[in-house]
């Protein structure tokens, strides 16, 4: 089986429990909107957080190239944001992007991922200046 399947699947069960087994004990985690994330108990809390501000998920693996030391995927990432977060509550957001997991001992040591925030950012209901003054931040 493949690690970057194991996770997709986990993810999309909202299984906070087998996402974490996905990763080594010291593994990393870059998200774009939470920010780097690293050992068991920072990984916890962000899929804690994500699940908490979304609701029904659906990310699809459209593409994955897998060996033993890194996994690449490209992908299709589709939610809508919860009554967590109130300005953009029911908001349906999905973007396609890319990650690169780096891989030790078949777990997942390090996860970045690439895609256009501000696509995101205008699907969560930001005015343009306001995505401007996020994505400025990020140079």
Not at 22 to 32: E, I, K, L, R, W
Not at 39 to 55: I, K, S, T, V
Not at 78 to 92: F, H, K, L, N
Request: charged share 25%; net charge neutral.
């Amino acid at each position: 089986m493949s690690i970057v399947r194991d996770f997709e699947n986990a993810f999309n069960r909202q299984d906070v429990s087998a996402l974490l087994a996905c990763f080594t004990a010291d593994g990393s985690y870059v998200d774009t909107f939470f920010g780097p994330h690293a050992g068991q108990a920072a990984l916890r809390g962000m899929f804690q957080r994500m699940f908490h501000e979304g609701r029904d998920y659906a990310w699809v693996m459209d593409v994955v190239v897998e060996t033993p030391a890194a996994a690449a995927a490209e992908w299709s990432f589709g939610y809508a944001v919860s009554d967590a977060i109130p300005r953009s509550a029911g908001r349906r957001v999905a973007f396609r992007g890319m990650s690169l997991s780096e891989l030790e001992g078949g777990k997942i040591a390090r996860y970045r991922e690439y895609f256009n925030e501000g696509v995101a950012l205008l699907q969560l209901g930001f005015k343009p200046e306001s995505i401007a003054k996020v994505l400025s931040r990020k140079r």
